[in-house]
């Protein structure tokens, strides 16, 4: 049956779709509607608003903060974003605070919050019409949005894993998946808060992995441990998973983030991270947006 599936996987295809122009430097986060492509642009503050035809400015990200992933949630008719200021970075001015931002498509800001105490530095959001999650890519921390929609609360406390990415909520509405960039893919039970890592076969944690989504009982995410980076296609099989190269022997150069909408999974090719040190390098070709048709329900939960 794995057999068979890593088969189907490999017959994937990458089909572009959008290429955000040069002068937007980082281009980190992807969501979507289904009709509107929204893109980050962590040097210049603003997320985009994109069609086919064009891409508009949406909104600038008040001073200091920079848009690193975002999502769009069906629910709460918003789109989060994780806004931060992380140490390590030439061009940001590092701070101890980020925020979980939500706008609506007006570009208005609906929702600005942060974790009760201590730093946060927020680096991906997912989110589902059960709820909202925000992951810490300095201290491993992973939170939820309260039911008051005012909050955040910790599901994963600080120093358990070191970098918490992606998140998608499993099928079963209560195990959050977390893609922890140095300690390996993890499941979280949302009802007694339960942590266990998933190995794969040879009991090794799958790292490395950035954004992570999931369609039916598949999740793809974004491996950019090491360059060039690639999509992998992650099966749960209890405590353990089942890795694939859903685009066979295709590669990606600087990949970073991916959504789905409806059917197809959306995967930003070439963010830009590579060139991050070198202070007046100007982009000679866009960041391309490629989209992959998938098979089985990708229903949004």
């Known amino acids: 049956m794995i057999g068979a599936f ?9 089909q572009p779709v959008l290429t955000i122009d040069p002068k937007h430097r980082i281009v980190e986060g992807v969501a979507s509607d289904g009709t509107t492509i929204w893109v980050s642009s962590v040097v210049e503050r603003k997320i985009l608003a994109c069609t086919a035809a064009s891409c ?19 629910k709460r008719d918003r789109l989060w974003v994780a806004a931060d200021c992380p140490p390590g970075v030439s061009f940001i001015k590092a701070c101890e605070r980020g925020a979980l931002l939500a706008y609506g498509k007006d570009g208005k800001l609906k929702t600005r919050i942060a974790s009760a105490s201590g730093a946060f530095h927020p680096g991906d959001v997912s989110a589902v019409a059960t709820g909202v999650f925000v992951s810490d890519s300095q201290s491993g921390a992973v939170y939820q949005l309260t039911k008051s929609g005012q909050a955040l609360e910790p599901i994963v406390p ?34 007694d808060g339960t942590r266990t890592l998933l ?24 491996y950019n441990g090491s360059a060039p980076g690639t999509l992998v296609s992650i099966q749960r ?27 197809r999974l959306l995967i930003i090719g070439d963010s830009g991270w590579a060139t ?26």
């Open 158 to 191: 600080a120093g358990v894993g070191k970098s918490a990415q992606g998140s998608a909520l499993d099928l079963d509405g209560r195990t959050l998946i977390v893609a922890d960039y140095s300690k390996g893919i993890a499941a979280i039970d949302l009802v």
């Open 276 to 301: 991050i040190d070198k202070k007046d390098f100007e982009r000679t070709s866009g960041t391309p947006i490629y989209a992959i048709d998938l098979p089985g329900d990708c229903a949004v939960g």
């Open 6 to 14: 890593l088969a189907a996987a490999a017959a994937l295809q990458l």
């Open 199 to 222: 190995l794969r076969a040879e009991e090794k944690p799958l790292r490395g992995i950035d954004g992570l989504v999931r369609c039916g009982n598949t999740y793809y995410g974004i």
């Open 237 to 263: 099989e209890g405590n353990h998973i089942t890795v694939g190269e859903p685009l066979g022997a295709v590669t990606l150069p600087d990949p970073t983030q991916l959504a789905l909408s409806g059917q």
């Open 56 to 74: 508009r400015t949406l909104v600038t990200l008040p001073a200091g903060l920079h848009p690193f992933a975002i999502a769009w949630d069906f």
